[in-house]
């Protein structure tokens, strides 16, 4: 008989603490994201929540300074999305992983691709042509 793991954590008491405690900062960290500018979101995590003073993790000094920066702001927006914070505390935690985005590929236009080709076709037998050759295709 199987049964799910959130199952499992809230039947036993400790574990259910352990469960209620991760969704918490889960939620805590969905509204840190919508209050934060996206490019310090993205390097930034919550990391807990003890007495009002929300505890944030980022992965380099330079966010750490525009964070406390905006530290009055930030507090404010998550005020306003109804978490009780009063402050926030930032560490720089260099070992923290930040997850690297990959920008989607971007297409030529057509435009592009025949004025590309229109060039290719006009050289001779050159690295340029082979380079422009492989760029198209």
Excluded: W
Aim: proline share 5%; net charge positive; aromatic share 6%.
């Amino acid at each position: 008989m199987t049964q799910s793991l959130k199952t499992l954590l809230n039947a036993n008491s400790e574990f259910k603490a352990i469960l209620q405690k991760t969704h918490h900062l889960n939620a805590l960290q969905a509204q840190f994201i919508l209050a934060t500018p996206p490019y310090l979101a993205q390097c930034s995590q919550v990391t807990g929540l003890q007495f009002g003073t929300l505890s944030v993790a980022t992965s380099n000094a330079t966010a750490a300074a525009k964070l406390k920066q905006l530290a009055p702001e930030i507090v404010n927006q998550l005020k306003n999305q109804g978490a009780e914070v009063s402050g926030l505390r930032i560490k720089v935690q260099v070992s923290y992983f930040v997850p690297v985005l990959a920008a989607p590929p971007r297409q030529l236009s057509a435009s592009a691709q025949h004025a590309i080709q229109q060039l290719e076709d006009r050289l001779s037998d050159t690295p340029l042509k082979a380079a422009l050759h492989k760029f198209i295709r």
